[in-house]
Nanobody, 126 residues
C-alpha cells in the first residue's frame, strides 16, 4: 500500500511560481513510476506530468511543457512539481499518484495509477 500527501498549493498571481510536494509512505517509493494530475472546476481530471522510477524520464502535455518540471528524491520518498509562469487556466486541484507496480508504464493513463493523494488546491488569479 502507498499513502500520498500533497502540499504546497495556495493562492498565487498570474506569472508567479509555486512548488508542490508529494510525500510517499508505505511501499518503497522507487518501486513506482509517479504522476501528477489536476482537475479544474467543471472539467475532467487531466494529466500534468509523469516521472520514471529513477527520475530520468519525464513526460508533459503541451499545456504545461516548458513551464512545469517534475522531479523526485527517492531518498526522501518525495516527488515535486515546480510550476513557473502560472496562468489562470492552471487553477485546479492537483493530485499526485503512484503508478501500478508492474513492468509496463502507461504514464498518461489515469486508470493505471492505483494510489492517489487527497489533492492540493492551486488558484491563479489574473
Amino acid at each position: 500500500q502507498v499513502q500520498l500527501v500533497e502540499t504546497g498549493g495556495g493562492l498565487v498571481q498570474a506569472g508567479d511560481s509555486r512548488r508542490l510536494s508529494c510525500a510517499s509512505s508505505g511501499r518503497p517509493f522507487n518501486n513506482h513510476n509517479m504522476g501528477w494530475f489536476r482537475q479544474a472546476p467543471g472539467k475532467e481530471r487531466e494529466f500534468v506530468a509523469a516521472i520514471s522510477r529513477d527520475g530520468i524520464t519525464t513526460i508533459y502535455p503541451d499545456s504545461v511543457k516548458d513551464r512545469f518540471t517534475v522531479s523526485r528524491d527517492n531518498a526522501k520518498s518525495t516527488m515535486y512539481l515546480q510550476m513557473n509562469s502560472l496562468r489562470p487556466e492552471d487553477t485546479a486541484v492537483y493530485y499526485c499518484a503512484a503508478h501500478r507496480d508492474e513492468k509496463a508504464w502507461r504514464p498518461k493513463q489515469e486508470n493505471k495509477y492505483d494510489y492517489w493523494g487527497q489533492g492540493t488546491q492551486v488558484t491563479v488569479s489574473s
